[in-house]
């Protein structure tokens, strides 16, 4: 069984680009979440899907950050304009019924 | 506000030995927790889950307490081995699947 896909694997910008990510779940998974891991620190979950719609986004900053999952499918993360506090790893994850959570190996973002 | 605490100081055994590892929290009523193993630039990999309402959970060499009273979690590794060497993060679970995670602690077993 394939995995959580992710693409890129790493990405170093300029302050005030943009960037985007994408995120392949595991075949089947209706819920897909976006979290961002900053080094030293555990994951934080930014977003959490459920099919193609938003379940929580409480905390997503939504002045610079935008996530979209059409068809209920893959899914992309975007920031803009970044900012250098925003240099983590954003893991997008998936799962089906149940509490097991599957993780990507994550798209490294330095913002520099 | 909810947190969660794991010893942010690595932990150092020798091969066999078993290693213990604790996660507390406050404020915070999980419906479940879960431990998650990270090796560097990969993304964490499930373990155990345990319920509020279960004291042990167990899987191969690993063994996970929930005292809901203390608000603790102890995840025990017997007769570690260097391939165990990662850091492990504890996860709290409102429900929903809604995870909130620790800072994670890690673990280095020397030959």
């Known amino acids: 069984e394939a995995g959580v896909a992710q693409s890129p694997r790493y990405k170093i910008i300029e302050k005030r680009q943009s960037v985007a990510f994408w995120c392949n779940p595991i075949s089947g998974h209706a819920t897909l979440y976006w979290y961002q891991q900053i080094l030293g620190q555990g994951p934080k979950l930014l977003i959490q899907?459920?099919?193609?719609?938003?379940?929580?986004d409480s905390q997503l900053p939504k002045d610079r950050f935008s996530a979209e999952r059409l068809k209920g499918v893959d899914s992309t993360l975007k920031i803009q304009p970044a900012k250098l506090e925003d240099s983590a790893v954003y893991l997008c994850a998936s799962s089906w019924t149940g509490n097991t959570i599957y993780f990507g190996e994550g798209s490294w973002l330095t913002v520099v | 506000s909810q947190k969660i605490e794991q010893n942010s100081e690595a932990l150092n055994i020798q091969e066999g030995k078993t290693a213990t590892l604790t996660c507390n929290y406050t404020n915070y009523s999980p419906a479940y927790l879960q431990w998650y193993r990270q090796d560097p630039g990969r993304g964490p990999v499930f373990l155990l889950l345990i319920r509020e309402n279960e004291k042990e959970k167990r899987k191969e060499r690993l063994k996970v307490t929930f005292d809901t009273t203390l608000k603790q979690s102890l995840f025990h590794i017997t007769a570690s081995q260097p391939a165990d060497s990662a850091t492990y993060l504890c996860?709290?679970?409102?429900?929903?699947?809604?995870?909130?995670f620790g800072t994670g602690t890690q673990l280095k077993v020397e030959l």
């Open positions: 899907f459920q099919n193609n719609g938003v379940v929580d």
């Open positions: 996860a709290l679970d409102g429900g929903g699947n809604k995870l909130t």
